[in-house]
């Protein structure tokens, strides 16, 4: 028993669950360095030969499963205890210090009072009920009165108490939510064409919805650069009767019906030739040995003598490289332009079709996330609400009126209004 009070006093303190945090965010971005959920034989290969910090091989890579951080058991270890961190930290110091702001506390001497915060004292001449008309008046100031014989208790802000525990409640399903998302969520990239449908069809309800790819753009800088990438998509669904036309661009994703959709890459797919007055449709395949953005294919050119060209083109606009791999010999095809003669073969560029690389993200804990976010901001507005108590005594004996103050941050704001209210039941 006083080991697991030993425990649960260690695991609650603030000290420990700042260094959890550092350690998952360290982790995390870990996972953000190292790619995740690539094949084993992947790391190996790689980390053999180029070893993390110098000593951590492919091997200790996967031993250590930073192949997939974020689904570990190391990790999702470290996130339950935080969430038990959270949670022994609100029952043994957020929820008593609610409950005891929630007790009247009841000063009865004057001895009580020089042991506040900010203390003031007026002998009374007038034969007035000063006690009667303060609680009329901070009634209407919106403060919380419990009545004695000869003196009172009053208090305002108590709800800033409350804001603690909403943000350790938040933090908690935020942390469950996020380790629910690592296990369940499902990513698909897929690259559609201008015109091109993808059917997502859900298996728990068997229903189906079609995405179809109405426009694609791409905004260049004037170098040339891509800026911005945006597509137009057309949801539709018979048998829900339902149609939506969206638009998707980088950082401005699409929610719907539970999926996010990600406009993250575009890519050039496919071209449409005219070889020797015969209409081809070419798919292109990226050529990463080249560069980043260029796609191409490798083709036969020649009536008689025909002679290999590498075809190549960087953007939508064209225009078409073929190097003769031979000599290494360059020329250049330009969008709708005349016919060029290549070996023999008489070629011209029709028409470019690019592709719009989307991500289809559904993730279940997203209205988890959403949810801990939205307490963890009224939870912060709630702490930053101050709880402020006073207490008023009159002695008979004496004639003196006692007014004392607490408040649990904003001190120096909460002096003020003291000093006024005491003011204000002094002159009542």
């Not at 997502?200 to 068997?206: G, W």
Request: hydrophobic share 40%.
């Amino acid at each position: 028993m006083v080991i697991l009070k030993n425990f649960i006093l260690k695991i609650s303190s603030l000290k420990f669950a700042i260094l959890l945090i550092i350690f998952i965010a360290i982790s995390s971005g870990v996972g953000t360095l190292i790619p995740q959920g690539n094949d084993k034989q992947e790391y190996i290969d790689f980390y053999n030969k180029t070893p993390i910090f110098g000593f951590i091989n492919g091997d200790q890579v996967l031993k250590l499963e930073l192949d997939h951080i974020y689904t570990s058991n190391w990790f999702v270890f470290s996130l339950v205890l935080l969430c038990i961190s959270l949670a022994a930290c609100s029952f043994r110091r957020q929820i008593p210090s609610l409950k005891a702001s929630l007790k009247w506390i009841d000063y009865k001497d004057e001895k009580s009072f020089y042991k506040l915060q900010l203390t003031t004292n007026y002998e009374i001449i007038q034969d007035i009920d000063h006690i009667l008309k303060a609680d009329s008046l901070l009634r209407k100031k919106g403060w919380s009165i419990s009545n004695f014989e000869n003196r009172l208790s009053a208090r305002k802000g108590v709800l800033g108490k409350l804001g603690p525990i909403i943000v350790h409640i938040g933090l908690i399903i935020l942390l469950i939510g996020s380790a629910y998302g690592n296990f369940s969520s499902q990513s698909k990239e897929q690259y559609l064409r201008l015109g091109e449908s993808l059917d997502l069809i859900n298996e728990s309800t068997n229903s189906k919805v079609t995405i179809k790819l109405n426009d694609f753009e791409i905004e260049r800088e004037s170098d040339g650069k891509p800026k911005q990438f945006t597509s137009n998509l057309d949801f539709y669904s018979d048998n829900q009767k339902l149609r939506e036309i969206k638009t998707t661009q980088v950082n401005h994703p699409i929610r719907f019906k539970g999926l996010t959709i990600y406009q993250a890459d575009w890519s050039v797919s496919n071209i449409i030739m005219d070889i020797d007055s015969i209409l081809y449709q070419i798919q292109l395949k990226p050529i990463p040995e080249i560069g980043d953005q260029i796609w191409g294919l490798l083709i036969e050119l020649g009536k008689e003598n025909k002679k290999n060209y590498l075809l190549t083109i960087d953007n939508e606009n064209g225009p078409l490289k073929l190097s003769n791999i031979e000599d290494f010999s360059e020329s250049f095809v330009y969008l709708n332009d005349d016919p060029l003669e290549i070996n023999s073969s008489r070629l011209s560029l029709k028409k470019i079709i690019p592709s719009s690389g989307l991500i289809i993200k559904n993730d279940p804990s997203i209205p988890f996330i959403y949810l801990s976010f939205t307490l963890i901001i009224f939870g912060t507005i709630f702490s930053l609400i101050p709880t402020n108590q006073l207490w008023i005594l009159f002695n008979k004996n004496t004639n003196k009126l006692f007014i004392g103050g607490l408040s649990n941050r904003n001190l120096l704001g909460f002096k003020k209004e003291f000093l006024k209210l005491s003011d204000e039941i002094k002159n009542n």
